[in-house]
């Protein structure tokens, strides 16, 4: 699938999330001679490159090196922290090709905020991803910036659907979309972190109660991915009537577990708006 990628895609910050999805593009068989990435520290370039087989230009803002990846690019993915999004965007403005496709996978960052730090013109994308990219399980979603044409969309589509399900959305849904599926990894995580406490609650040893929590929800993750999966349906498919599962459900509900799983997602959505208000005009 990943051969049928043409374009040269360089990953500037390659962490957590531009780590994932340049595993899942490697893994779905992009050559690794079309990728090219930075970080800043010369020790993480260097562990990177043998990991990936990759070109790994260690960077700062003092040096060329994201200006170099950017410059040899076709697709430019930023992948740093939001506080620091825009000032990459404008140390390798003056080495962009002007068909060049500027996607950001920040947090909080808007379109119009990418727009005015890179040259006039520019093709920008919006993305939200999520870390199971690296498996080729994320989901991706795409917004089109200003002169993102639908050519252009349809690249990007080509080139994450290499790391998972992409999804198209207007701008003013990032923020919700990335309560769910941006953060939402994490959340599976704490919910194997809770159970395994409430293992060891009962009387468990702490591994085996880890093992039994992990294994648990990677396999009903497993579940939910096959094709068609419904959670509601494979969650009653474990709930016996009057049988255990059935008290524990009916105790996350009598608790308001529902309710605190919106309220955390809407806390996320708030952060992200509370920091495009913080970033935006720098
Ligand atoms: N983590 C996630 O699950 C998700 C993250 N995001 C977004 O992805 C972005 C990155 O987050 P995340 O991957 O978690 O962060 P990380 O800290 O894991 O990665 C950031 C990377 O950027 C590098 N970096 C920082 N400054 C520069 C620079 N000037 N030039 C080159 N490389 C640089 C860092 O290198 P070094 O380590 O050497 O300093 C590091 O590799 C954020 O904007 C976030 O909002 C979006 C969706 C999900
Ligand atoms: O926590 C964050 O800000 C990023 C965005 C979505 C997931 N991680």
Do not use: W
Not at 49 to 66: F, P, Y
Not at 96 to 115: C, H, N, Q, R, Y
Not at 257 to 278: S, Y
């Amino acid at each position: 699938m990943g051969n049928n990628i043409s374009q040269h895609i360089a990953f500037l910050g390659c962490g957590s999330m531009n780590g994932a999805i340049l595993t899942g593009l490697l893994a779905a068989g992009v050559p690794s001679g079309q990728v090219t990435a930075t970080v800043r520290d010369p020790e993480k370039a260097a562990n990177l490159a043998k990991r990936h087989g990759v070109q790994v230009l260690s960077s700062t803002e003092e040096t060329e090196a994201n200006r170099q990846a950017a410059g040899g690019a076709d697709v430019v993915l930023l992948g740093v922290k939001p506080v620091g999004i825009l000032d990459l965007a404008r140390q390798i403005s003056p080495a962009l090709k002007p068909g060049t496709v500027v996607i950001s996978v920040a947090a909080a960052i808007s379109i119009d905020m990418l727009e005015a730090a890179l040259p006039q013109g520019q093709p920008v994308i919006r993305s939200m991803p999520n870390t199971p990219s690296s498996l080729g399980r994320g989901v991706l979603s795409i917004s089109a910036g200003t002169h993102a044409t639908a050519e252009l969309m349809e690249q990007a589509r080509t080139i994450l659907s290499a790391a998972g399900t992409v999804v198209e959305i207007p701008e003013d849904q990032v923020d919700a979309l990335s309560a769910v599926s941006g953060s939402g990894p994490a959340y599976a995580f704490y919910l194997a972190e809770a159970m395994a406490a409430a293992g060891v609650k009962l009387g468990l040893e702490e591994d085996l109660a880890k093992l039994l929590a992990t294994q648990t929800v990677a396999g009903a993750g497993y579940m939910l991915a096959e094709e068609g999966a419904d959670a509601t349906a494979l969650r009653k498919a474990v709930t016996s009537p009057n049988g255990t599962t059935e008290r524990a459900i009916a105790t996350f509900d009598e608790q308001g577990l529902p309710d605190i799983i919106a309220a955390g997602a809407q806390a996320a959505a708030e952060r992200a708006g509370a920091i495009t208000k913080e970033l935006d005009g720098r």
